[in-house]
Nanobody, 123 residues
Framework: VQLQASGGGLVQTGTFLRLSCTGS????????IGWFRQAPGKERKFVAG????????YYESSVKVRFTISRDNAKNTVYLLISSLKPEDTAVYYC?????????????????WGQGTLVTVSS
């Protein structure tokens, strides 16, 4: 599956942003989707994931309160809603797809990656 991430931009602290990850080239609902982010000068890290049908969601503990992941398989799209944005949310956000089970959320578990969308939060 090919993934396209979008929705990033320059936003102010305290606002919200919804990122989208749209898939093509394969049956989207066959894939578990994860969102990762890479802040400037740091390693890429998992932030949120969602099961194939969307009934289960997973979050990195530090973002659990402000991030919401959801999906619409009819539109081949997974969303990441980020509320109460902070400067430390500044990063390139990537979506990724995997088959198999959702027991772990390591980068190496994922088979396909989108190109990333940049979110910059101004203070």
């Amino acid at each position: 599956v090919q993934l396209q991430a979008s929705g990033g931009g320059l936003v102010q602290t305290g606002t919200f942003l919804r990122l989208s990850c749209t898939g093509s080239g394969d049956t989207f609902e066959n894939y578990i989707i994860g969102w990762f982010r890479q802040a400037p000068g740091k390693e890429r890290k998992f932030v949120a994931g969602i099961s194939r049908a969307g009934e289960r969601t997973y979050y990195e503990s530090s973002v659990k309160v402000r991030f919401t992941i959801s999906r619409d398989n009819a539109k081949n799209t997974v969303y990441l809603l980020i509320s109460s944005l902070k400067p430390e949310d500044t990063a390139v956000y990537y979506c990724a797809a995997r088959t198999g089970s959702a027991n772990t959320w390591r980068e190496t578990d994922f088979e396909s990656w989108g190109q990333g969308t940049l979110v910059t939060v101004s203070s």
